[in-house]
């Protein structure tokens, strides 16, 4: 079945920059830590953040101690006020979006208007809003209710942010035939208003839509409700599986979007299902493609063509033998490596990849199988070919293997909470480089038998460039649910613009370092053109990732792998070519 993913489905600014700021207080052990009222209507998400020591309190009078987060709705300022004088660490996690409003009320109640704000009563951000309104505030959220308001003036009319922007303004258009004298601001977020014009121009072009989010969300809902005024069928959801595959399986595509409070794994898994139905319209060709591309992205064969085709093209680019023994014992162990720490980190791949960790652990025997055996005829492999190469495998297996043990004693309390290395800030973006770079820019040189410095250190350049740029972009797909479970990536731990950013400034620095050694004539292998071209490629893929063109799913990781790919394929080419 073919999905067409709203580009603004997921977390929204202001309760992404809540997640995080709680998040990283609990990254930092910092503790016990309260939200007043729930972050988020997500129920699998407040479960998440139960787990990990943050809890939801509607009552605040009895805290004695600990961190409490003012969630993105906002608080009244009587509220505030009174949380002055508790013996608590406050931080404020009101959405900007929201602070504004509030300012306004406040502003213009002070001038001597009376505040109208189009929204629900009950809802924690009108709860909030009424309290900056120092002259009285109505709420109202139809036409009727216009009416109920006395003729005395001057009012000033706003809207809850996540409204809906067509009833807004019939209500504004109202509003001001009645009360000719009133101010009319609209603060509707402007997310809010794309999400709601996106889901329309995706209902013009599908089947059916499928919304998802919490049923208590208000933004969800309103999202459902404006793609069934569009006429076709609409689902709310919370959850996989409460798909109608019955129903979907008889079309032939269908949108998805999911509200500002759900999270992307949810969004994802989602997006997995709906992708693995076959429609009866499907073509055969189509449905063997996506079968093969699962399977690939799955069993992790992209990191064993990945390895198998990078080293490969570094031979080819040193005028090195090609022999199939080493490229084998690179891709295999390679493969198996990324196989062991897969099986060991159950954590995020949880919430990163609920799909795949589901399918990890139904064949759980097969892959320890698997792995154990591609790590040990590697290291068979190793031994016939160079005794240092072995040793080198051998002291590498070793460290992969603790990556994910508990290699420090509880009893030694002096590293804190880091018990091994992937405890480490940092530890599993740039491990997976470094293993990459002594099995693919050492290990050939070693076997070659002729270890030239500038040569060795060129590749491992290009190599740890390659495999960063790669591990990077991952670790931002996978940013949500590695802060749930606490694994500090770089992404994790700089923001994930700064981590784009860095992706691009070592992209581009890469681009001028490999022409300057081809031009000044330290490389005269024209081959070298087929690395450059990886890098130009690694900014189209931050590009499409920053634009939203593709969401991270199965085509966007298989394009991310091809970063590896892309330089053996090229270089077989050209190698036949020349023949």
């Known amino acids: ?41 997500n129920r ?29 709705h906002g608080i009244p300022p009587q509220i505030r006020e009174k949380l002055k004088s508790l013996p608590l660490k406050v931080i404020d996690a009101t959405c900007p979006r929201v602070a504004k409003v509030q300012a306004i009320i406040r502003y213009y109640s002070r001038k001597g208007y009376k505040i109208v704000i189009f929204g629900e009563r009950e809802h924690p951000e009108v709860i909030g809003l009424l309290g900056y309104a120092e002259n009285g505030a109505h709420v109202i959220n139809s036409l009727s209710d216009i009416m ?37 601001i609209n603060t509707i977020c402007d997310t809010t208003v794309e999400r709601q014009k996106e889901v329309k121009r995706i209902c013009s072009k599908v089947d059916a839509m499928i919304v998802v989010g919490g049923y208590h969300s208000g933004n969800t809902k309103r999202l459902a409700e404006v793609a069934r005024s569009t006429d076709i069928p609409t689902f709310h959801i919370e959850r996989a599986d409460e798909l109608p595959l019955e129903k979907l399986s008889h079309m032939k595509i269908v949108g998805l979007t999911g509200g500002a409070s759900t999270p992307n794994w949810i969004i994802k898994e989602v997006l997995q299902r709906l992708e693995s139905i076959s429609s009866y319209r499907e073509l055969g060709i189509w449905k063997g493609m996506k079968r093969v591309m699962s399977f690939f992205s799955k069993t992790n064969m992209m990191i064993f063509l990945g390895a198998l085709s990078l080293s490969y093209a570094i031979k080819r680019f040193w005028n090195m033998p090609i022999d199939g023994r080493m490229c084998l014992l690179v891709s295999l162990y390679l493969y198996g ?42 290291l068979i492999l190793a031994y016939n070919i160079e005794k240092i190469v072995f040793l080198i495998l051998i002291c590498l297996t070793l460290i992969g293997l603790a990556y994910s043990l508990f290699i420090i004693p509880p009893f030694l309390p002096i590293l804190g909470r880091y018990r091994s290395i992937k405890d480490i800030p940092g530890s599993k973006t740039l491990s997976i480089p470094i293993a990459w770079i002594t099995m693919i820019g050492i ?46 990536t770089i992404p994790v731990i700089i923001g994930e613009k700064n981590s784009l950013k860095i992706i691009e400034y070592l992209s581009a620095l890469m681009i001028l370092l490999l022409f300057y050694v081809y031009i000044s004539g330290v490389v005269r292998s024209p081959e070298i053109l087929f690395f450059i071209l990886c890098f130009p490629y690694a900014l189209l893929l931050v590009n499409i990732y920053r634009k939203g063109w593709i969401y991270p799913g199965l085509r966007l990781e298989t394009m991310v792998d091809g970063i590896l790919i892309l330089p053996g394929i090229l270089s077989m080419i050209w190698n036949i070519l020349l023949k």
């Open 1 to 41: 079945m073919k999905v067409k993913l709203a580009r603004t489905a997921g977390f929204c600014m202001g309760v992404k920059r809540a997640m995080d700021m709680v998040l990283n207080e609990a990254l930092r052990g910092n503790g016990p830590i309260y939200t007043y009222g729930p972050l988020i209507h």
């Open 44 to 72: 699998q998400v407040l479960q998440l953040l139960e787990q990990k020591g943050i809890y939801c309190i509607d009552d605040i009078s009895e805290l004695k101690e600990g961190i409490l987060l003012i969630r993105a």
């Open 148 to 184: 109920s308001l006395l003729p005395k003036g001057p009012y000033l009319l706003v809207s809850q942010t996540t409204q809906e922007l067509d009833l807004f303004d019939k209500i504004s258009k109202a509003f001001q035939e009645r009360f000719p004298d009133s101010l009319i």
């Open 337 to 378: 490596l990324h196989l062991i720490n897969r099986l060991l980190d159950k954590g995020s791949s949880t919430y990163n990849e609920p799909d795949t960790a589901r399918f990890y652990n139904r064949y759980r025997e097969a892959f320890v199988l698997i792995s154990s055996l591609c790590i040990l005829f590697s």
């Open 443 to 488: 290990l050939p040189f070693l076997e070659y038998g002729k270890i030239t410095l500038s040569p060795m250190l060129l590749t491992c350049s290009i190599v740890f460039s390659l495999v960063f740029i790669r591990t990077s972009l991952f670790d931002i797909f996978h940013i949500q649910g590695d802060l749930i479970v606490g694994t500090e």
